[in-house]
């Protein structure tokens, strides 16, 4: 008997302290706007499937016009869209454990930079190798490329967006060989898609 009520009071004093926790985190995101979530399911009713994933998240942001919070059954989830805010996140170096989420990719991409946790071993090896290789001032002499490539790819989705639904991948993928064609070569391939068939034009 003495068992099982110290485990009740054990399980109801991490309850408690399980919800503060989330209270000091809720207060903290309430300055920022978004949809009114439900107890339990959060947002979850705005979604009726993964396609409605994007379409629902710019509509909540062109009514808001800057960083928003959504809920995902009860996990708060913070979707910065302000530049300031984007950069102060993305440059922070405390702000950088991954979320669960990413969990559920390591069966698809493994556990390298993208989904593994700062904390092991394995991302702080792979960090510390290619650091060097992708360093701003590296990279910066490349921006004509990158830039030329992206509004390239921009038009070619633009393009695509306005027939409906699409598998953005392969148009992904050729902009990436495009950008590895300019490094590369000095040259660069625009591409171009005709009924679903890429075209190169070397130039």
């Known amino acids: 008997m003495l068992v099982v009520l110290i485990t009740i009071v054990t399980l109801c004093l ?10 000091k985190y809720r207060k903290q995101l309430a300055q920022f706007p978004g949809p009114k979530p439900l107890p339990l399911l959060g947002n979850l009713l705005l979604l ?14 062109k009514g808001i016009l800057g960083s928003f919070i959504v809920y995902l059954g009860p996990q708060p989830r913070l979707v910065v869209c302000d530049p300031k805010t984007a950069e102060f996140v993305l440059s922070s170096t405390t702000i950088i454990d991954k979320s669960y989420e990413y969990n559920f990719f390591h069966d698809w991409l493994g556990t390298g930079l993208l ?3 700062v904390l092991g071993q394995k991302w702080k090896s792979q960090r510390k190798l290619l650091t060097p290789t992708f360093h701003f001032q590296i990279l910066e002499k490349y921006m004509k490329i990158f830039n030329r490539q992206s509004n390239t790819l921009i038009d070619i989705l633009k393009l695509k967006m306005s027939n409906g639904p699409f598998d953005v991948f392969p148009c992904v993928a050729l ?4 950008i590895i064609c300019g490094k590369l070569l000095i040259k660069y391939f625009t591409l171009r898609f005709f009924d679903q068939r890429p075209q ?4």
């Open 14 to 23: 991490y309850v408690i302290l399980l919800w503060m926790n989330q209270m």
């Open 48 to 61: 009726k499937s993964t396609a409605d994933v994007v379409p629902v998240s710019m509509r909540v942001w």
């Open 115 to 117: 989904t593994s946790t």
């Open 175 to 178: 902009c990436t060989l495009d």
């Open 200 to 203: 190169w034009e070397c130039k």
